[in-house]
């Protein structure tokens, strides 16, 4: 009888562990992820997922003009011009330490994570992250109100 109760248990376990491992993959498939940490003060954080066909899911979490989730559609010369920069990638590996107070950013694409302060970059990585500093600021401008904002 013992045994019968030890195999059920584990049964359950284990049908419990699959349930659970079924997430949502869709934020992983993301051609670019960009993401703005926080600081001591009041330094924007929010996390933004581009796809390949041009949409975007925004998050906006605190210091923000647009809280919440936005889900939208980049204008297509945008997401080409991104897209176009992008493919150039980047050569240079970046030394990054961490320092104290200071906003780290968080860029993803083409299989590799960059983390980097803005104002302490220069080259491509610095013409990618103003690109997606436009592109965020064109999809967060008059989305103030709940009214676009999914969830």
């Not at 045994?3 to 562990?17: G, T």
């Not at 240079?92 to 590799?112: H, M, Q, S, Y």
Request: charge should be positive; aromatic fraction near 10%; charged fraction near 30%.
């Amino acid at each position: 009888m013992k045994y019968v109760m030890i195999v059920l248990i584990m049964v359950n376990f284990s049908c419990q562990s699959t349930k659970n491992t079924s997430t949502d993959t869709s934020k992983d498939e993301a051609l670019v992820y960009y993401s703005k940490g926080s600081c001591m003060g009041k330094c924007p954080v929010y996390d933004v997922w581009i796809y390949e066909d041009g949409s975007v899911s925004y998050s906006g979490i605190q210091h923000v003009s647009a809280k919440g989730n936005i889900k939208t559609k980049l204008k297509e010369q945008e997401f080409r011009a991104l897209k176009t920069i992008l493919n150039k990638g980047l050569n240079e590996d970046l030394a990054f330490k961490k320092v104290r107070d200071w906003p780290i950013t968080t860029l993803r694409f083409n299989g590799k994570e960059y983390k980097y302060y803005s104002s302490k970059i220069d080259g491509a990585l610095k013409e990618i992250d103003i690109k997606l500093k436009n592109a965020i600021d064109s999809i967060t401008l008059g989305y103030e109100g709940d009214e676009h904002k999914e969830g």
